[in-house]
């Protein structure tokens, strides 16, 4: 038995097209694409900032500045971008310890 199926009447299934304007006006294009609750500084990339924050919480939040750098390899300057994080009130550093690489940096 052969059954031949007549497809010309069958409704389009094409999704419609996007239009142009997807959000109302009134909604501002987010200006923190990550939703942090701070600004990420122009030092650090994300992929430094997930990796600084991971190698943190690996240790319970707390790890030396030479730790940390050595979690972010592919970073030019890895200093700078931990200090960055520091001025943007994400992490402190322990103040009565001389700034070395066995300084201990802490999550905020």
């Known amino acids: 038995m052969v059954v031949s199926i007549d497809t010309s009447r ?57 730790d940390l750098a050595l979690a972010i390899p592919a970073s030019a300057r890895p200093i700078s971008a931990i200090l960055a994080l520091a001025d943007a009130g994400v992490v402190v550093f322990d103040a009565a310890a001389p700034f070395d690489a066995m300084i201990q940096v802490t999550r905020i």
């Open 10 to 66: 069958a409704p389009s299934r094409k999704a419609p097209a996007p239009s142009a304007r997807s959000t109302p006006a009134s909604v501002p294009p987010p200006t923190n694409p990550l939703q942090l609750p701070f600004a990420l500084p122009e030092e650090v990339t994300p992929d430094e900032f997930v990796a600084i924050i991971a190698a943190l919480e690996e240790e319970g939040g707390t790890r030396t500045l030479g």
